[in-house]
Every structure is written in C-alpha cells, then in structure tokens.
C-alpha cells in the first residue's frame, strides 16, 4: 500500500532588537505557495519540498503538498499571521489523513507576539493532530532556537551544518532518508539536545571550525547513530533558549545519544576561542583598510546584515569611509527604497544631493547627505544564493566622490559579487567592498577578495552578544560569564 507524505513549509529569522514587525506583506514579498510550491522554481526555502516529492514520488509514495511560505528576517511576526499559517498547515493535514509521515522545512528561530517558539508550537500541534504513530520530521536551519518541545514533539530534527548554507537539499534528503526508515520500522529515532552555554557566530567554511563539522559528520551513519546537527543560535532573539546545541538522532538508543551530544558540546567548549568569529571595530577596520595596498579588501558590516533581521540601512561604516577617504570603495547593497525612488526619477546621468540611510530609527544611525550621480538603474535584479536566484529587486549604483553606494528597494542581504555588477560595479576595480552581510556573502566574494575581515558597527546584529539587553535567558552564557558552568 502507498505511503502518504505531508510536506509544507513556515519560516522567518526573529530579531527582536528591531523597531518593525513581520506583516503578511513580508510573507508575500518573498513569495505565499499553497500546495503549489514544487509547481514552481525553487527558492532558498522551497529547496527542501522538491527534495521531499521527488524522494517520496520515487518510492512510488503519495505527496500531499501544504502551505509553503517564508519571510526575509525581521522583528517579531504579527500574531494573528503566525497563526493564521499555523492553521492553514494544520487544516491541511487534517485534510490529508491518514498519514504516514508529516515533514516540514521551518527555520527555528521564528518568534511571534505571544509565542516564542513558533517551531515548537507548529510541531506540537502536528503531533497532537497525527497522532504517536506517523513519523513527523522537521529542517532547521542552524540559526535556530532548537527546544526541547521541538524534540519532543518531532521524531527527527535535521539542521543545516554550513553557513554559508550550501546544504539544504542534502539535509532534506537526509532527513527524508531517516524518516522513510522509521516510516518502514527500521529505526526509531530518539533525540537528546546539549546546551553548550555558548552564544557566539561560527563560519563554517574555514578553518578552524570546519573541522568541527567534518568530525560531526564522521559519527553519521555507524554504531547507531543517525544524524549529528549543531543549532549555533540566533544571537538576536529574547528567549530562554537563545544559544548553541548540539543535538544527536540515534537509533534506540537514548543513552548513546546523549553521550555523544555532550562530548561533541564539550569539545565545541574547549576550542571557543579558536571557533567564535572575530570581529574588529569600526576604527580597526579603517585603519586595516587604510593598510591595506593590494587587491581589494572586503569588510562585513555584520551588524547590519539583513539576514539577521537588520534594517541594511545603517550608516555607521558609511560615514567612516567618507571621513577617511581610503580611496575607490564601493559600498552596499544598502535598502533605502526612497532614495531608489528619487534615483529612478532622477534617471541616469542626474547629479543630485541625496540623503542615504539611517531611516529605520536608532540602530541605522544618522542619515547621509551626500552629492552623488545616478551611474546606473536595474529593475528586478537576482543574485546567486547557493544552487538558486535570490531577489535583490530594483537597484541604483550612485557615486559620489569618495565612495559608490549601491542601493535597492528590496531588503535583503548581499549573497554575491553579482549584486555589484548589475548595476555596473566590478567589485575588483574597488580598493575596499563594504557588503550588508554577516557570512552568507562569502563563496560569492572569496575568490575575488585579497583579503576579508568581519566589523561589528553599532546596530541591531551587534555581534557582541555581551551587550544585548536579553531578559529570558536566564541560564548563564558564554562569553557574558567566563565560566558558565561554575
């Protein structure tokens, strides 16, 4: 007899240090699927249901396709439109019934007004709906809040292991594979979380900490042991679970799993200081830009990196540079949809005075005023993101004396040198490239960078976690106390 899979999607990234809300609107930015996802080209976030139809359809399943929708990080999501989603993916899976596996692609760290863990909640409600019997299997993302209602509401949690995130597809059909074995009776999952007492960013694609990951990956798929996945945390969420876990599935056996969740958490513990990123300040990166003399140099404004629910229109590092004076630096992508407006007016080739930034309140800082021409216009721009296109929507490249801004209408992140050059930027003509992003911007920049160092400006992904104002998390942390577990 057929197997029945449900597969749906429900995501954003909550930063609750921003001054503005999650809305519809900006689920329907990014796009609103209802059973029609795997209909349509992927997308970061949709990535994972084409995996899951094509696994399933392959093993002669039936797939019964829910609601799928995500939105760009942001500050908290509006009550009533978590969960209204909430119940559109729960209606459907009532409608779908009988069951044999339910999987979901969520993010983890998504908090609504009244609700700290969306996840959590979205999952218990599937559970109490399904049943003890049906397999329920969820993604995260490695930015995530990872609770324990999440695990004990799923049967399998799988998260991302890079950042950048190359590997959503591999840990969809990972999570695919461990599912349709516990749908089969050949496994049964269980699940232990260890709570490293740690909140810190961690880059994955260069040393040391890829080592880290490779040894996670080496305990996969031997001696019992299903999956091995480490949540590095959202830094900018007020909840009790805020934090880097690590987290093991095994195969029966809860007592391996725990074992091995705490020796990888403790080994993460012992090499903190060589795994955290590190981060100069803006005067440390002026002066290593004033330096620097070969090649170009790419600096992180992570602190205002979209991704992690920030504005991108934040004004700190700008103001430095046009102070300085470092030479040819290009700058962006920064959000401001009314100076794109007046730029498109404006059209190509108009010299204005034009005040950039800093609209989105105190985080962004002190707006710029600044002389600049509109070099080039480009409407509904996309960049690489991994295997697919992410919007960056309508862009202007403005110059000025000292520094080119690249803006567009479109908040979001800059995942690729790409983002640049269509608006006629070539990042390597540039002595210094200032991006709004905190890493996902390495794979498109790497090769083309001399050099590429991290800044944490003021601003609301204050990468020093020691000074954000949290009040739910209670249990002691890493690097606020030296020694959490005294």
């Known amino acids: 007899m057929s197997k029945r899979v449900f597969i749906a999607a429900l995501g954003t990234e909550t930063n609750q240090f921003v001054p503005f809300p999650t809305d519809l609107a900006a689920f329907a930015e990014y796009g609103i699927w209802r059973g029609d996802a795997t209909r349509h080209p992927p997308t970061s976030f949709t990535g994972p249901l084409h995996v899951w139809r094509r696994e399933a359809e392959a093993r002669g399943w039936t797939v019964i396709e829910g609601l799928a929708t995500f939105a760009s990080p942001s500050g908290t999501t509006v009550r009533a439109v978590y969960e209204g989603f909430r119940e559109e993916i729960l209606a459907g899976i009532r409608a779908a019934m009988p069951l044999d596996a339910v999987l979901l692609n969520v993010h983890g760290a ?67 594979a461990i599912v349709a074995d516990t749908v089969m009776g050949k496994v049964r999952p269980v699940m232990v979380r260890h709570d490293c007492r740690m909140i810190a960013q961690y880059r994955t694609s260069v040393p040391p900490i890829d080592e880290f990951v490779r040894r996670m990956k080496s ?197 690729h040198a790409d983002a640049f050059r269509a608006v006629g930027a070539e990042p390597t003509d540039y002595r210094t490239v200032v991006v709004k992003s905190a890493q996902h911007f390495y794979n498109g920049f790497a090769g083309l960078a001399r050099e590429v160092l991290y800044v944490a400006s003021p601003g609301a992904a204050d990468p020093d976690v020691t000074r954000l104002p949290y009040r739910k998390r209670r249990t002691p942390f890493w690097p606020k106390v030296a020694d959490p577990w005294a």
Not at 115 to 125: A, F, K, N, P, T
Not at 132 to 138: D, E, K, N
Not at 221 to 233: A, F, K, N, Y
Request: charged share 25%.
């Open 219 to 415: 305990f996969e798929g031997r001696d019992g042991i299903l999956s091995v996945s480490l949540s590095h945390g959202f830094a900018f969420a007020d909840v009790e679970d805020v934090g880097t876990r690590t987290l093991v599935v095994a195969d029966g056996d809860r007592t391996k799993a725990e074992a091995l969740a705490r020796q990888l958490g403790r080994e993460l513990w012992d090499n903190r200081e060589r795994y955290a990123t590190r981060y100069l300040t803006v005067e440390q990166a002026m002066e290593a830009a004033g330096r620097h003399n070969q090649g170009t140099l790419v600096l992180a404004d992570r602190a205002d990196n979209p991704g992690s629910g920030a504005p991108g229109d934040s004004t700190f590092l700008l103001q430095a540079l046009i102070q300085r004076r470092l030479g040819p630096t290009l700058f962006g992508v920064m959000w401001d949809p009314q100076a794109l407006k007046v730029a498109q007016a404006a059209g190509e080739g108009a010299t204005l005075t034009m005040r950039l930034g800093g609209k989105a309140g105190a985080v962004s800082g002190m707006p710029v005023d600044l002389e600049v021409t509109v070099h080039r216009l480009a409407r509904d721009v996309r960049q690489p993101y991994g295997p697919v296109m992410a919007p960056l929507g309508d862009m202007a490249l403005l110059k000025s004396e000292h520094v080119d801004i690249a803006i567009n209408g479109l908040r979001t992140q800059t995942f």
């Open 110 to 176: 998504m908090v609504a007004d009244g609700y700290d863990d969306c996840e959590g909640d979205l999952l218990s409600h599937v559970r109490a709906i399904v049943g003890p019997t049906v397999a329920v299997g969820a993604e995260f993302d490695l930015h995530c809040h990872l609770t324990q209602l999440m695990l004990d509401s799923a049967d399998v949690l799988v998260g991302y292991k890079e950042y950048p995130h190359t590997d959503p597809m591999e840990r969809a059909a990972e999570l695919f």
